[in-house]
């Protein structure tokens, strides 16, 4: 008998998960509630799209997948097993998949928003997904000062693009890093790399306010220090928080994320699975592009049948990158950036 496979959300987790049930020729109906738009993206691949690349995945087309574009799941009737959509259309289940990723994290910046509250400032950008970076990308051909604020692996690779996106008339960007500076210097200090791209980096130091100038629009960002830096372009990249709202409302188990066992299944309920930046294992978070990937293939050989006992452990440790290097290598790499900023 087909079974019916239900999954919210379109990002890496969901797009890996439906590709490999799908490639397993598994008996399955695959429905995806895919809100915000009928292409999924690799997040950790957005910045990169400043520059030009292209961070969207490939659609899978085949007749047992049902992609319900701009579609967002609503409620959950877990008695009945039926998702119910923002479009008025109630879906039944035999299994239903939570992908709801993460949700970005507002740091409480004086300014940030505009008097109603209802939107960020004028020249203010979130960096989470597609649309923000279509947005930021229109923003970033016109301005002259940017201004990142938060040092998440993000925030460092959308500063890089934006420095580097214009080669003819580099755009001025500076990032600020609210987390304490680390002693340790490695050749392979994000830092490092990001300094040699010609972007100001400020670590251990927190914005205080944005100010907006007689347009109304941003003007300046200001540091609890009482520095002042003029831009015209602030992108806020302070980290992201589980998105586990819908998971809440249908009262499964929520401690920071969706809580799962081994085998990705909710804690509350054997027929709802959870995988990506919204579940909770072993409670350890992650939304790690290698920690997704292994969670989606887990679950695809089990949902599909391919191994259906196989279990998820939790993320692989992975090698330190140039673990051996010496010191004279990292001396030598400081003093050259050193040489370099003095110039």
């Known amino acids: 008998m087909t079974r019916k496979i239900v999954v919210v959300g379109w990002g890496l987790a ?12 598994a008996d399955v109906d ?40 701009g579609v967002r799941a609503v409620a959950v009737d877990r008695m009945h097993r039926l998702v119910h959509g923002s479009d008025q259309w109630v879906q039944p289940y035999d ?25 960020l400032l004028p020249g203010v950008h979130s960096a989470h997904n597609a649309a923000d970076f279509r947005r930021l990308a229109e923003a970033a051909s016109t301005a002259t000062h940017a201004v990142v604020i938060g040092g998440s692996t993000t925030g460092l ?15 001025h960007v500076e990032l600020i890093d609210q987390t304490p500076a680390r002693p340790e210097i490695t050749p392979t200090d994000a830092y490092l790399t990001l300094r040699r791209t010609g972007v100001i980096a400020y670590q251990d130091c927190r914005a205080r306010a944005l100010t907006p100038g007689a347009d109304g629009a941003l003007d300046a960002v200001l ?28 009262g499964l188990a929520v401690a920071r994320g969706i809580v799962v066992d081994d085998t990705l299944r909710s804690v509350s309920d054997p027929h709802i699975h959870a995988l990506g930046a919204c579940a909770e294992h072993r409670r350890s978070l992650s939304g790690r592009r290698e920690t997704v990937l292994a969670q989606a293939d887990v679950l695809a050989a089990r949902l599909s049948g391919v191994d259906p006992q196989r279990t998820y452990r939790g993320p692989v440790a992975q090698p330190a990158a140039n673990a051996t290097a010496s010191t004279a290598t990292v001396i030598a790499e400081a003093e050259a950036l050193l040489r370099a900023a003095a110039a």
């Open 223 to 250: 540091l609890a220090d009482g520095h002042r830096l003029s831009c015209d372009l602030a992108v806020i990249a302070c980290g992201t928080a589980p998105n586990t709202a819908l998971a809440w409302t249908s």
């Open 95 to 119: 299994t239903l998949v939570l992908a709801t990723g993460a949700n970005p994290v507002l740091p409480p910046i004086k300014g940030l928003r505009t008097a109603d509250g209802e939107d």
């Open 30 to 69: 695959v429905t995806v509630y895919a809100g915000e738009g009928a292409t999924a993206y690799d997040r950790s691949a957005l910045p990169g799209t400043l520059a030009g690349a292209d961070a969207a995945l490939p659609t899978p087309a085949d007749a047992r997948l049902n992609l319900r574009t």
């Open 14 to 25: 969901a797009h890996r998960l439906v590709t490999g049930l799908l490639t397993a020729e």
């Open 157 to 171: 690779d959308t500063a890089a693009a934006l420095r580097t996106m214009r080669a003819e008339d580099p755009l």
